[in-house]
């Protein structure tokens, strides 16, 4: 077991009990920032040479698991905050010295929907935008950020998709922008900028990671972790957030049920239909815990072979990845629907986690129908769509 999961074990019951509370805030509270920064898990994908521990990628979804099993916001924000190490490795290496030279603990805030717009000037290039959606950015320092260069025109130039990355100096966090039903802690507020100057080296093309790529090119082909597909670690961090809701859902339903009677005056830890409920529930999200897992190790052997991620290996990849999250939401509205009505009072850690998990199904990565089509698609030999990310 790596050291960050024994961390994390340790402080589990504060992890569980701080789970309202930043729900309450809409945003981690700052003693789940305390636990996720204390325990290095925002580290675990991180170069050694700034402080990280380059850690096997299993090791780090392992830990997001447990996380997010007792906070479903505190497992969203460390897979998403977690992963932006992995991207900013194969970036500049002045950007990486900026970043974490005075402090390895910086967290790095997204989105990468490329919804900004760059004007090329001397030395860099003028940006403006706004984006929602910026998970755990209350406690992030930096932000990476998606945009599209542009003509003098302001027009978008082929091939000019690419992440922009600023200090927190340079952007604004709007505060009210985050009041929804589900995953309220993880505080994933709007962002703008007007007119911030980046610099060249602050500027990334994504696309030569999508295969895994890039780490050789940037002279980190010696590492497994960094010859990962970009899109299918990033969503895989997604994947990894929402089992671990079914999971803490799962952990509610058999503890509110040990001792629960019907109103037929039935002991539900007796009852038949219940116990068939638990069965099938317990078991597809082992499947899927199991499926996950399996995918990560078997891409982390595929990268260490040094051979790049084929699209097919990727779309097979991202297609197990939603279908993984589909069962278990599935699983969670099962539990749900019999777990009496007393799973519908606000204190009810089980409706917290339905909430969760059915606004972590909205989240673009989990969107199953494009990714099952462009499977489909690709395995018929035919174009996948542009707008399909794996």
């Known amino acids: 077991m790596h050291e960050v999961h024994e961390r994390i074990l340790a402080r589990a019951e504060e992890l569980a009990a701080e789970a309202p509370v930043s729900d309450e805030l809409g945003r981690l509270s700052d003693t789940t920032a305390e636990i996720l920064r204390s325990s290095g898990v925002m580290r675990m994908l991180q170069p050694k040479e700034h402080g990280g521990y380059e850690a096997d990628p299993i090791d780090f979804f392992r830990a997001q698991l447990e996380i997010g099993t007792r906070s479903s916001s505190a497992g969203w924000v460390a897979g998403v905050v977690g992963v932006h190490a992995f991207e900013m490795a194969q970036m500049d290496p002045t950007l990486q010295k900026e970043i974490w030279a005075d402090d390895p603990d910086t967290w790095i805030a997204s989105p990468y929907a490329p919804l900004g717009r760059a004007k090329p000037v001397d030395g860099g290039y003028v940006f403006s935008g706004r984006w929602p959606f910026s998970s755990g950015t209350d406690h992030c320092q930096w932000i990476i950020l998606g945009g599209l260069i542009t003509d003098a025109d302001g027009v978008p130039v082929p091939g000019g998709l690419r992440h922009f990355v600023l200090p927190r100096a340079d952007y604004e966090i709007l505060h009210d922008t985050w009041d929804v039903v589900g995953l309220r ?135 197990n990845q939603v279908r993984i999250a589909r069962r278990a939401v599935n699983a969670v509205d099962e539990l749900f629907l019999h777990a009496g009505g007393t799973a519908l009072r606000s204190g009810s850690t089980l409706q917290r986690c339905w909430r969760d998990i059915h606004a972590a199904l909205n989240h673009a990565s989990n969107n199953a129908d494009p990714i099952y089509q462009a499977y489909g698609l690709n395995l018929y030999g035919n174009p996948t769509p542009p707008t399909v990310l794996f």
Not at 204 to 230: C, H, I, K, N, T
Not at 284 to 302: C, K, S, V, Y
């Open 185 to 319: 802690g993880t505080g994933s507020k709007d962002i703008l900028i007007k007119d911030a100057f980046i610099p060249g080296h602050r500027v990334f093309d994504p696309v030569p990671m999508e295969d895994g790529g890039l780490a050789e090119q940037v002279g980190r082909g010696d590492s497994a972790l960094y010859r990962m597909p970009f899109h299918p670690m990033f969503t895989a961090g997604i994947t990894t957030a929402t089992v671990a809701m079914a999971e803490g859902a799962l952990a509610a339903f058999v503890a509110a049920m040990r001792d629960r009677v019907t109103a037929r005056g039935v002991k539900t830890a007796n009852d038949p239909h219940q116990l068939a409920v638990l069965g099938r529930a317990s078991a597809d999200l082992a499947a899927g815990r199991n499926q996950l897992f399996d995918d990560i190790e078997q891409m982390t052997e595929h990268a260490r072979s040094g051979e790049r991620f084929s699209p097919e290996r990727r779309l097979t990849l991202r297609r």
